[in-house]
């Protein structure tokens, strides 16, 4: 896994024009045109991405033995469809390589790469061959049960990770292993003697700093470790030794491979890492005293964006910032060095490493979002909010727009801004009219709702390009100087990560371009002084990122901060006595503060390794040609040719009076258009035959999907009668379900929701017993029904939430069986299932309420009635096919009838983070956190009519 955030299961858009592009090795699946700027083509970007996974591909497999299926492809799949970054491998069910076209930023880890894509190909296949390997054992089962028999899938998660970061760095110019992000997290934890356990390295669900992020950093230095100490052979002699026998873990094959155990392997890497930095630490010492500031935040996680802000009715200036934590979504905040006090601005943002800026008038807060955009985008947007009554609108949709600065004459009206379209950036001018701000102050919140976000004020037509890159080059964070005049900007191309200052005409072109620093140094987040003298900016021109001054009248180039761990974002204060930034501690990034006077102020030089001003000259893609690895013409996409099942999972389950063996497996083809999950499974006590079939076509709107699950007795081991009702109880459905999602408005507590509409047909086919005078009575019962089914959900969570925590959730299922549609009966059915969550005060603390209420028009057999009772953990919401429900207190099936009511009201609480790994080497578990509940439930099943006359 190559990524910045979490991910989530991803539809693709099939109303996109698919293409496929087939190399020797690989199959690159991407759009032809791109959603927003249609003009746009990937043919040229799918012929570069399958150069580089060729040359991948012969760089790597020799390390692992060649594949297990050599003649089955991998397949890469080209999405332009988020501005996250992300990349992901699959060995199910496909093996498959995921590449989000938006590229890493310098906060994510360093930029010192001249193609990003090579990293992730490289990191991405790593993953890919690195599990398909077996041996002994493990190869007999994989012949047998596919590609689920991945045994180093198995290994510690640092090991997995660590080992693809070393080979992204050694097969490429850039890679974390020569990160001086990554180098700092390292550092800050054993300067500040906070060395994270060994247990905590095993997986990625932390929810304490760095969360998942911590198996990358400890891992690729773990691994960088062992290649030094012992040899690159003995990275895949560990592997080797796992893959034959994975049940004997990890500690065993790194004994096996190294002689010495993992513990032992940690411990001593430990004592080297202590040693390296401490030396580090002592050439700090050396150059200055530590720089000393005060820190405003105890976040615990990642603060960054410093902004000051001077309002009109105040004569001080506070501080604005984000804080992103695992506690809430992303907040903007509001600091008052005076009293101390930080307030929520804006309750939500999203997407990490955007900026934002102020109005001249000091009235507006313009900042960029990370929205769903249609179905299947998630885009920057802009969105204008006013400080004074908090009001907020949309001001564009689906424009890949974000880092936003205004102009600081209020009479020029203009915003400069970076679009982002298939990993290239851009510099883009807009205005927003003064006409439309006063219209906005008028309006009421209701007023706001009521606009169709479509009309957004800013669009394509509307802007101007300042620049026309193609070449994959990344713009963050322009800014205006005070007088106007110029724009500096922190601008990656082929490696440099470097500051760019730029003077516009009349006619809103690029006049003049200087470059501030050209060198393989990172230099990232500039930052005016207020007098337009000085540029700030961060910078790991030493080692650690320290943050910087440059004069721009006699370029003179001053250091000042000395930090043992990174100083970044400088924002000099409006009177220009302040510094705040952003100080790195081994608990996250923090905000800080300090006197401007008080700061080093140490001459510094500035080499240029290139650069003559020539930067925004268009060059040509350049495709790199790998002999002997042809290429084929590009095809439509089939679903059909890859949906095929690639594996098959053991199954087994026990029933009150049965044993069941057997398997199941998923027919998926790569972009999930079609989904086809199969189980099947053999009763041994009692000979049947046990299913479940679906199929889901997400390929046309609406979406289809049909199910078939039921268990057929067998006689003499035999299959017959196999739709008789005497041998089978069965379940069948076909549904056509019109999915919907959205925010429940435009304000800044928006909430994202989603919503389905379900129409469907369903045959139920089974027996039950009536018990009369002592006789018992077998009867069989075939039910068709129309079933409709209403959900709604905009409730919240958040990563260190131990359960929705705001918002609520939804559904209304109605069935009608009759005899018209061959139903043996004609009834009528109505469930409600409903859940409300109350935020408290405390942290993630929930009040959560339940309301489940059902009716049926006439008596029922037992079977089909509602049973009430046991502690049923169900957090979905229910459907009319459910009949049991919870009832704590009561032992199952306690109660039954054609009438239910049920509720709960529930306090949830955290009690402590844990994060340890509790039992054995060869027996444990990793407990993460304990919680708790104290709960109120009361309902009743009954059989007496009360609500028929509202159902029939």
Known sequence: MFCVTPAQAKLYDPSLDWQVLESLNFSVIFPRESPVHTSFEYQQIAIHVAEIAEETYHQITPYFDEPFKENHKIAIILEDFSDYVYGFASALPHRSIRINLTAPGFKSFDTKFENWLKILITHEYT????????RKGTTFLRFFLGQIIAPNALQP???IEGLAIYNESKWSTGGRAKDSRYDMYLRSDFLENQPKNLELLAGSYLTSWPGGNLPYIYGQSIIHYIVQKYGEDKLIDISEIFSAYPFLGMNWAIKKALGINQDRLYENWQDEQYESYQHQAEEVYQFSELTQSEQLTKHQYWVDDPL????????TASLLYKVSNTELYPTIREYDPDSKDENILINRTSGHGTSYTLSPDKKYLLYTKLSKYQQYYQYHDLFLYQLENGKQIRVSEGMRIKDPSCHPHHSQNKVIAVLNDAGNNNLVLFSIEQKFLDNFNKKTVSQIESNSSKTGLISFENITYLTDFSDGTQISQPVWSPSGNQIAFSLWQNGYQDIYIIELDKNNQIQSTKTITRDKFTDISPNW?????????SSDRSG???????????EQLFRLTNV????????ISPDGEELAFIQYHSSGYELHLSRTEELLWESSDIHHDTGDGSLFVEKQRTVPCIKDRPLSQTTDYSPWDSIVPTYWT???????????LGFSSLAQDYLKFYNLPFKMAWGIMNPSLYYDIQFINYAHKPVFSFSWQGETLLEDRQINNFFDPEFTNSRFQAKINFPREGYTSQQDSARYFNENISLGFQNDLYSFKVEDNDNTDSFFRKINSLVLRYSYNDTESYQSSISPETGSSFSLSYQHANKILGSDLTFSKILFDGRKYFPLSGQNQVMALRLVVGATSKSLNEKEQFHLGGNINNTKLNSINNSSFPLRGFSSFSFNGKNLFCSSLEYRFPIKTVEEKV??????????????????????????????SIIK
């Open 127 to 134: 993953h890919l061959a690195h599990f398909d390997m077996t």
């Open 157 to 159: 998660m640092w090991a």
């Open 308 to 315: 000051w802000l001077s309002r009109p009715d105040s004569n």
């Open 529 to 537: 002084s207020p007098d337009g003298q000085y540029l700030f900016f």
């Open 544 to 554: 650690i990122f320290n943050l910087y001054a440059y004069n721009v009248e006699n």
């Open 564 to 571: 043992l761990t990174g100083a970044f974002e400088p924002a």
């Open 650 to 660: 053991p199954y087994f389950a026990f029933t009150s009076n049965d044993l069941y």
């Open 919 to 948: 039992g054995f080497d060869w027996a444990s578990i990793f407990l993460e956190r304990i919680s708790g509940s104290l709960f109120l439930d009361a309902g009743h099943a009954w059989k007496k009519s009360l609500i028929v």
